[in-house]
């Protein structure tokens, strides 16, 4: 080449001409892996569970609870013996519903072994809390149609309740180590309610509502002047969350 040719390029094309090359040097790692590297696991998302499986198919809708903020911490339940290393599925489930001065009407109930009767559905025991020690999940069908689930927790041997509400065709689900009880609404949709624990109890973190898509156009259509709006969460869970007892 003739030397007269190869002249220095100016400090600004130079730097320019630098950053290029860096960029293109660089730009093969971000978007792929390389000879020989895995590919990064994929984490998997929790996904509902349900918890009375037999339950689950006759409503996938929710009610709410009494667990609210601002509340007292519960109480530990009296007149049951101290839990051993057993935990809390060593003791009876009539003696802890006894215990509880919401649940003792329902105390003396059976054990039932599907939807359509009166009774105690058969206890779950799954850790909602984090401690490795599994809480006791009961659920009682009443002859009216609705339905009531309480969850127990235990610490240093004693054992408090974590969390009562009730509905009508309630089924329960797991999500992680949230519950989600679901009931269906007299308009048609549905309800979902979602607890987590909190330190002290299975509090509601949140509250949703879902209309019945053919009853939500068909309403929305005749109040907005036909078109329809897509339904939101309830930004108030804890006034709109139903209770009561069975």
Same mark, same amino acid.
């Given at each position: 080449?003739?030397?007269? %040719?190869?002249? $220095? ?7 320019? !001409?630098?950053?290029? =090359? ?53 109480? !530990?339940?009296?007149?049951?013996? @101290? ?13 802890? %519903? ?7 009407? *329902? ?7 599907? $939807?359509?009767? =009166? ?8 850790? *909602?809390?984090?401690? @490795?020690?599994?809480?006791? %999940? ?24 974590? %969390?009562?509400? #009730? ?12 519950? *989600? ?28 509502? @879902? ?12 109040? #907005?002047?036909? /078109?329809?709006?897509? /339904?939101?969460?309830? $930004? ?11």
């Amino acid at each position: 080449m003739n030397p007269k %040719l190869r002249r $220095p390029l100016p400090l600004g094309a130079a730097f320019l !001409a630098a950053l290029a =090359a860096s960029v293109l040097a660089g730009c093969a790692g971000p978007v792929g892996l390389g000879p020989g590297e895995a590919v990064p696991p994929v984490s998997a998302q929790p996904h509902p569970e349900a918890v009375w499986p037999a339950w689950s198919g006759t409503s996938s809708r929710a009610p709410g609870a009494d667990a609210a903020t601002r509340q007292p911490p519960p109480r !530990a339940l009296k007149g049951l013996p @101290k839990v051993g290393s057993g935990g809390l599925a060593s003791l009876s489930v009539h003696a802890v %519903l006894r215990a509880d001065p919401r649940t003792k009407p *329902l105390a003396d109930r059976g054990l039932i072994d599907r $939807p359509g009767r =009166a009774g105690l559905r058969p206890p779950r025991y799954m850790d *909602l809390t984090g401690d @490795k020690k599994p809480e006791m %999940l009961v659920a009682a069908d009443t002859e009216s149609g609705r339905n009531v689930l309480a969850v127990y927790t235990e610490r240093g041997g004693r054992v408090y309740p974590a %969390l009562f509400t #009730s509905g009508r065709r309630m089924s329960v689900e797991t999500i992680g180590s949230d519950l *989600l009880v679901r009931t269906p609404c007299s308009d048609g949709g549905e309800q979902a309610v979602r607890f987590h624990w909190d330190g002290a109890r299975m509090s509601t973190i949140s509250d949703v509502k @879902k209309y019945n898509k053919d009853h939500r156009d068909y309403k929305d259509y005749k109040e #907005s002047g036909g /078109a329809p709006e897509p /339904a939101e969460p309830n $930004p108030h869970p804890s006034e709109s969350a139903p209770t009561g007892g069975p």
